[in-house]
């Protein structure tokens, strides 16, 4: 541990009783702090608080009363989806209380060096081509954080001879304060979250903190193509270890080569080929062997690659993983071929990035299904790739007038605006059923909303899994 007696006696409130929330509560209260732990809903809709208060820890559903947040509370570990605004956080900080998320715990207690990857898309894909990278390599991966193990629960019981894979938020992030990860993973930047950051800065700096606390025995890995990525690097103390599709870089990096010229598509055989720092160049796959489809999973390659040198692996162990993975749920995922027609579910796609990037990926004509919760963008973004590789649309949620709009500056004359129905699932059918509609045979039919799914769906899993149901009783 880094630091072993960093919470014994310290009165802590947790706020948050979802998944990462509990298990930071009984990391503390095992680590030997005093801990409450609050919650907004009632108790009849919070069956983890029996469960903690077996423990010996206390909780408080049903709101946040007076007095929770006082001079005698030494720390506050935030949910990291709850606002800053939120009354017992600002209160916490209007009395210079700090106010962290689970991954600031966790680094505090964890026996093992630690793996960060953050960026606007291609996260939970990259973290977990990196741990069977590193699988691969004999280097013992824990994958946690965002992709779904709480990072305390791994924290608490990884060894020193493991390396913790971590899939970071920004809103995560944005809760450390001493967090520094042995290797620091940015994939890229680009318009999103802005209903919880406000601006772009307040984002772009949130992500940034992966680094903020780095040294020269540590290791940077950044996208060289991403020019707000780029515009960190005077600001990062690590060693530099780049990762480019458009440059065959001269220093230490994982690059193509030769290089991609964005835009075109000229036929040419390319490789994944990492220099290291004594100049030798080591070519390790094919990038037509790549087990991912898309020039944007090339992209996420070469992160995983220069994450797993950095971490010891040798280059020569790579190139397997680098064939044989098949990707993560809802991220491109063929789901089947009905009446010639192909069917992907891109669910994850929650902002105009990520949808471009799976249109990008696919070669043949496109119906699109797209639309979901209003967070402010005009989605303009999106009006080069609707010229350039999709037929139809099918819009849907809050977004649909403004996708619908964009679709309309494009050219395309089959546009579908779906009405809210009874239930989410209805409309996600309804929309299906004309997508299929205007699909022909040798088509596709994408799911890719570029939105989040919070006005209809719980989350972007659900969403995902009720379109691949639909799909396979259409």
């Not at 409450?36 to 608080?49: F, G, I, L, Q, W």
């Not at 939120?86 to 680094?107: C, F, H, N, Q, T």
Request: hydrophobic residues 40%; aromatic residues 6%; proline residues 5%.
């Amino acid at each position: 541990m880094k630091h072993p007696d960093e919470y014994r006696g310290r009165q802590v409130v947790v706020l948050g009783l979802a998944k990462s929330g509990v298990q930071v509560a009984k990391t503390l209260h095992r680590s030997g702090a005093v801990v409450t732990v609050n919650d907004k809903k009632s108790r009849e809709e919070s069956p983890e608080a029996s469960e903690l208060e077996a423990l010996g820890i206390s909780v408080v559903c049903g709101g946040h009363p007076e007095g929770l947040i006082n001079p005698a509370v030494e720390l506050v570990v935030k949910n990291p989806g709850i606002p800053y605004t939120a009354p017992p956080v600002a209160k916490a900080l209007e009395l210079g209380i700090e106010v962290v998320s689970e991954v600031e715990v966790a680094y505090h207690l964890s026996k093992a060096p630690m793996i960060g990857i953050t960026g606007s898309n291609g996260k939970t894909t990259t973290t977990t081509w990196i741990g069977n990278m590193l699988e691969a390599a004999s280097l013992s991966p824990v994958i946690a954080g965002n992709i779904g193990t709480p990072l305390c629960a791994a924290a608490e019981t990884a060894d020193a001879e493991d390396w913790l894979v971590v899939e970071l938020s920004s809103f995560q992030l944005k809760g450390t304060r001493e967090f520094r990860p042995e290797v620091a993973v940015l994939l890229n930047i680009a318009e999103t979250h802005l209903d919880y950051h406000g601006t772009m800065d307040d984002y772009i700096s949130s992500k940034a903190k992966i680094f903020a606390n780095q040294t020269e025995e540590d290791t940077a890995v950044i996208n060289w193509d991403d020019p707000v990525c780029r515009e960190l690097v005077p600001y990062i103390k690590a060693k530099l270890l780049p990762f480019s599709m458009t440059e065959e870089l001269r220093t230490a990096g994982v690059y193509v080569k030769p290089a991609y010229v964005p835009d075109v598509q000229d036929g040419l055989s390319r490789s994944v080929v990492y220099r290291d720092e004594e100049g030798q160049e080591h070519t390790i796959v094919e990038t037509a062997e790549i087990g991912l489809a898309g020039r944007f999973n090339v992209g996420n390659a070469l992160a995983a690659v220069a994450a797993c040198v950095a971490a010891g692996a040798a280059p020569e162990s790579l190139a397997e993983p680098l064939r044989t993975f098949r990707g993560v749920e809802h991220r491109l995922e063929f789901v089947e071929v009905r009446d010639g027609v192909a069917y992907y579910n891109n669910s994850k796609a929650t902002n105009s990035k990520a949808t471009a990037m799976a249109l990008g990926a696919l070669d043949k004509p496109i119906v699109l299904i797209a639309g979901g919760l209003d967070r402010g963008s005009d989605y303009m973004e999106l009006l080069p790739v609707f010229k350039d590789k999709v037929k139809a649309i099918v819009a849907l949620g809050q977004t649909k007038e403004k996708i619908g709009r964009v679709a309309e500056l494009a050219g395309l004359s089959d546009i579908e605006l779906v009405d809210t129905g009874d239930s989410a699932a209805e409309t996600l059918r309804t929309a299906i059923s004309k997508a299929a509609g205007l699909a022909e045979d040798g088509d596709i039919v994408l799911l890719s909303p570029a939105c989040a799914s919070w006005d209809m769906f719980s989350s972007y899993e659900e969403r995902g899994r009720i379109f691949k149901e639909a799909v396979h009783t259409l």
